[in-house]
């Protein structure tokens, strides 16, 4: 039980704990409570709390209410509730940046249960990862690549045959998601993001191998 003073200091209520975590960075954290006030009854408290990580510092929402035996408030709600952010292989991100912001976007809805419109961010995404690993592979194509469909671009300039299987698989699905009539029927989101994680593993496998060999010649 801790005593909190609120109201501006005019009164002082027992709550039962502070939030045990951080509703934006989503780590374990003791937060610094910095007042409250009573709801529209004296029967739940809302208090205002920040993040002590220096790189988070934002503020939250504690909502108590009151089981009305021993005169605690006892939490519910931490707000606002944000969803926890994609984990991407820093690999990929590093080769296309835009791969890596459309995917937790669309994570972001699969979270918020649209999943007809992740679907669609998912094939997004996949298309710039595809194209930027190929600028990677062949700069001095990249206007070509840009341009083109990301079917051909996956045939003309994708010579791993791993990610090219992967990433053509991947094509299809997320096609799908875009149109009207589904081809593959017994298929759908959570299979293409599989899809997505192979082909991101792929790649990653790819660079990591790459550095090493460089670095150990
Ligand atoms: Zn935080």
Not at 19 to 33: E, S
Not at 40 to 61: D, G, N, R, W
Not at 96 to 125: D, N
Request: aromatic fraction near 10%; charge should be neutral; proline fraction near 4%.
């Amino acid at each position: 039980m801790i005593r909190v003073v609120i109201e501006g200091g005019k009164e002082s209520v027992q709550i039962n704990a502070f939030p045990d975590y951080c509703p934006f960075c989503h780590v374990g954290i003791t937060p610094d409570f910095v007042t409250g006030l009573f709801g529209s009854t004296k029967a739940s408290v809302e208090a205002l709390f920040t993040c002590p990580k220096v790189s988070c510092k934002k503020m939250f929402i504690g909502t108590y209410s009151h089981n009305g035996m021993n005169g605690c408030y006892y939490l519910g709600l931490v707000s606002p509730s944000t969803l926890k952010p994609a984990a991407i292989a820093d690999e990929a991100a590093e080769i296309s940046p835009q791969f890596a912001e459309i995917f937790s976007q669309a994570s972001q809805a699969e979270g918020y249960g649209l999943g007809a419109v992740a679907g669609v961010g998912y094939r997004k995404s996949l298309e710039y990862l595809i194209k930027d690993y190929c600028v990677a592979q062949h700069p001095d194509k990249d206007d070509d690549i840009k341009k083109q469909p990301i079917g051909q671009v996956i045939d003309r300039f994708v010579s791993n045959e791993n990610i090219k299987q992967c990433a053509k698989r991947a094509v299809w699905l997320g096609n799908d998601e875009t149109h009207y009539v589904r081809k593959w029927v017994d298929k759908d989101v959570k299979d293409l993001k599989l899809l997505i994680h192979i082909t991101v593993s792929w790649i990653q496998q790819e660079v990591i191998t790459k550095k090493l060999l460089e670095d150990m010649q």
